[in-house]
């Protein structure tokens, strides 16, 4: 899978950054706020329902609805949150080689995270760190 069909910053942003853009640039697009609309076709890309999404980037799907009727921007936490999420989904469908095997490695319980799915902790600061460390593991040869 070549890294144009896993950049998913650039979907989540609507291209106004890409997974090759610098630091300040991502931190400027979180502090100015991504769209509903642009977190939305992240979701859609990754296959995940609006739970999950709502879930992993910290907010409900309730908040979404309304800062998407309202034409809102979202707030630099969640912002933030929904960057890192894009961030670890490309480094994992570019190491499964797709979505659908990324998705399953997610759902699949695992010693590294105390006999849980991944998923469970990717809410988290700490919890995408893992996930991180794991994908950089497995890499350079770890299992997982």
Not at 61 to 89: H, P
Not at 113 to 119: A, D
């Amino acid at each position: 899978m070549n890294l144009v069909d896993t950049d998913y910053i650039g979907i989540v942003t609507n291209g106004k950054v890409t997974i090759h853009s610098n630091a300040i640039d991502e931190i400027n697009i979180a502090t100015e706020g991504l769209t509903v609309n642009g977190v939305k076709s992240l979701g859609k890309k990754l296959n995940w329902d609006h739970n999950l999404l709502a879930f992993s980037i910290g907010t409900t799907t309730r908040t979404l609805e309304r800062y998407s009727a309202d034409k809102k921007r979202l707030g630099a936490k969640v912002s933030e949150n929904a960057l890192e999420i894009a961030r670890i989904s490309s480094q994992g469908t570019a190491y499964f080689g797709d979505v659908k095997r990324w998705n399953e490695w997610l759902n699949t319980p695992n010693t590294q995270f105390g006999n849980q799915e991944p998923k469970s902790v990717i809410h988290t600061i700490r919890g995408r760190e893992l996930i991180k460390r794991v994908l950089l593991g497995l890499e350079y040869g770890f299992t997982a």
